[in-house]
């Protein structure tokens, strides 16, 4: 240990930020062997003193390290150096030979927990003792039989849980045969574009948009039709006169990704009117309707339904956590047999230790009581960033929008300031904050008023009114430099 | 209870089989309510008793509703309608629609386990405490930073623990970035076909070869290269004749699949010299090298890749259970950076629990004790049904292969049989016989002496003399059946 803090310093002047350089030292020193396998590190306060830095600093770089799987907290016994790592070649390290971060494609779930990281649920809140012991009682009650091979769509008990959980709470019915299990949103997407898309066929996405939705569209060799967003959601009337031809449309009902706003009744009858009529599917991505904190969740897009169009796509990744690796899709009767006969080569990949697990954290009401105690919190957690913010920026430079739920905070930006290179800026400090604009189909000139110009930042994660406060500190010196200086 | 077995009557002239009949009615039992939830049902030894059938059959009921969800084992407490089923409409459920049996696509991995199912390794003999201690304590030791978004790659202990694996046991040296942790051997060939290959391009299969290997290479638009098996494995002269402009070649050298036969070492040199020369790329299937029962497991063909043209593929489902979904790829480093640049779109799917586990369990060294024990336990439950074959069959009829390895069984028939109609009859009678001609890509007249005509049998889960005997005594019905009458 005295080993490590001796030969440790920094340099300010070096082109990788200070969590960067601490992060590869650590790093460096585990892959030498001179940071024994199980061996505790400094604690965050400890090392953040001796080197003379901000906390913030090393808990980034123990939070990356730890991602990476170098290193592995044990609560109150601290964090030690993970038990299963053998030297690693330092030459052969991807990420050495990256040492300065390559800026994060934005389609990127990262690997690190950076602040303002989105997709993150409030990962302190979740209940992880009640679902250690559930998974405990079933790995338990694991018989032989639960060893084979699994069904390819899915448990059987885990779709007849989510659909009497879709019936309660998101106002549509129904059969455990039109569910399928798969891990997470981009295996949904992957599932349906290979049973029902073929190359050069058409799909509606919002603009500015969800980037995954939008990468596995042109991988899949779509014609990508970026529809726009107002505060009315995807304005469809432009699409139906623009594409009526589209195959898909794909939509976030409950809070567009990325602006927050809900699409208006008359829109979703318009939506489904078109998909009826061109005999169009509808993707209704409800990745986080479970938290709106002003009122009840609205009914899904899917509770109005009534000819069969919509397709709805859930995750477990916001509501629970991401590791877990679940979420699912409901398909139309009429599409069932079509998506079943792709399962062979897209079979659900969630182990069904996993799927029975989430089963009885349905089941026993864990998943209600998590969710209604999130809803609080972030309506909580979003009023501490929302108020740092207000302190901080004057509305030319920085203006936070109306939200009524979801997880993270869109804001805009003055337009003398380019919110791509802000974030691109936030991301080189360590702030995992994400531009408006890196979210587009269809990039717009500067001078364009319709080019959407913010910041998106997740909040759940965001603990005190204090924490909000230093975070937001940071970013204003990123903005502050990128409004003076040439763009870095 | 007693409302369930009094209702219960079977009709030995209905187009079902028994078996499929008790589980149709067990499940409509549950289905409308009549067996509650949590409720035990009858012992397999009393309901074999009082409907007058065999033992199997029931097994082969229980072990079906088991595996889509309805029964979930409870050990010495017995068989249990599962805890959170709720009630399901009849007339939609997948099984009412189609109440006899589809023949089953060889490319699907079954839902039940019947006899004889292959792919599946000896489940009684998995050390499911081991197993289940280590999730355990890996559930507990969650911390924060476990639940958020695992690393797309895999998580970077597995990945070193199998690099260290893979050198000791299969005589290759890799660094842990070279290896991508994936779903499963199906998600592996996702992973490579999504980053590596364009609709179009060439591909060498053996013909007879793995079903799910044609069926990926098939809807990825690829040129399929049927190449021919003998004795010495895929014919690398002929190939190189026929096709010699392929992108990739996939081979399983340790054990052919489904022949059983072994690469020979001029033919591995053969093949590793075409793909240097044409710079294309060979996919090394090692789905089951660790089950050579003469001698030591081959070293594999990836440790002859002096110019790094080989892929290797590995999975946990045969050296430890198929249901915990996982395998893994190694990747020349000149191909490092093209398979991460697509694992946004393919992230490892695999919950980062389940790949700390994993770790654990190798590096304990359980892996290894397991699959040696395997190794003998295998050898003689293979003994099991070869000599029950050999004592039931005459060699115009039947006649069991040599075979130095593998879990599955591979019998020549006499060619006045059709293996096709055969295994399709199996299955009708609740075996999950195969036939090898439903492996072959290039389907052959009756009368080509090339043509294969032979069955495959999973033996790992057949666990006495006693059981192969009443197995293959099945099996002689059906075969006399085949013989006697028209095809069914």
Redesign the interface.
Known sequence: MSRFSLSFHLDPQHNAPLYRQIYQRVKTAIMEGKLETGSRVPSVRTLASELGVARATVENAY?LL?????L????QAGTVV?????P??AS???ADRNPVPKPI?P?????S?LPF?L??PA??A?P?AI??RI??RQ??????????????TG????R??I??YLQLSRGFTC???QIFIC??Y??VL?LLI?SLFKPGEGVWLEDPGYP?TQ??FR?AGAVLMPVNVDEEGMNVSQAVVEFPQARFAVVTPAHQSPTGVTLSLSRRMALLEWATRQQSWIIEDDYDSEFRYHGQPLPSLKSLDTQGRVIYAGTFSKTM?????CGYVVVP?SL?EKV?AYC????C??????QTSI??FL?QGHFYRHTKRMRQLYAERRGFLAQALTAAFSAEVLQVTEQIGGIQLCVRLGQHLDDADIARRARENGLAVQAVSDWQIHRREAADPLRPNGLLMGFPNIVSAQQAQALVERLAVVISAASAGPPA
Chains 1, 2 share one sequence.
């Open positions: 939070g730890t991602a990476e799987g170098f592995q907290s044990r609560g993970s038990a299963s790592l053998g690693i070649p052969l390290s991807a494609n389609m990127l779930p990262s690997l927990s990281q997709g993150l990962l302190d979740f992880r679902w250690s998974v405990a790995i338990r009650h694991t018989s032989i039989n639960d060893l084979g091979h699994p069904p390819l448990v059987a008990a885990l007849s849980a659909a009497r059969q455990p045969e891990a997470g981009a295996a992957d290979g995954v990468a596995f991988a956590f991401p590791a877990l690796r009767e069932v079943e062979p080569l897209r079979s990949a969630t182990p069904p230790l996993l089963t009885e089941e």
